[in-house]
Nanobody, 125 residues
């Protein structure tokens, strides 16, 4: 069984930064892309960032381009999301997910193969 555990969420002022981590355990997710999703209260789930297994191809939602950076360490089985210049509208539950499909297939919603429980990010104005 695969487990994904997020950490690093919290309360931060607008303009601040946070680094989220997603540690995976269980069987090796070789070949899996990893994504960070977020869901704010009353809003649909949004794919924020995605990185392929090799790390060479990334995707970012327009709303976070230039502010967020996704990276992964396949030795440590961990994926990161560096979030800079945070805005109140970035407030949401962030969770990571693993799926063999590319980002284009994950943007529209629906189930993902593996996902964590999420970590709350709150950005105060």
């Amino acid at each position: 069984q695969v487990q994904l555990v997020e950490s690093g969420g919290g309360l931060v002022e607008a303009g601040g930064s946070l680094k989220l981590s997603c540690a995976t355990s269980g069987r090796t997710l070789s070949g899996y892309g990893m994504g960070w999703f977020r869901q704010a209260s009353g809003k649909e789930r949004e794919l924020v960032a995605h990185i392929r297994w090799s790390g060479g191809i990334t995707y970012y939602a327009e709303s976070v381009k230039g502010r967020f950076t996704i990276s992964r360490d396949n030795v440590k089985n961990t994926v990161y999301l560096h979030m800079n210049r945070l805005k109140p509208e970035d407030s949401a539950i962030y969770y990571c997910a693993a799926d063999l499909r590319p980002a284009e297939n994950l943007k529209g919603g629906g189930d993902v193969e593996f996902r964590g429980q999420g970590t709350l990010v709150t950005v105060s104005s």
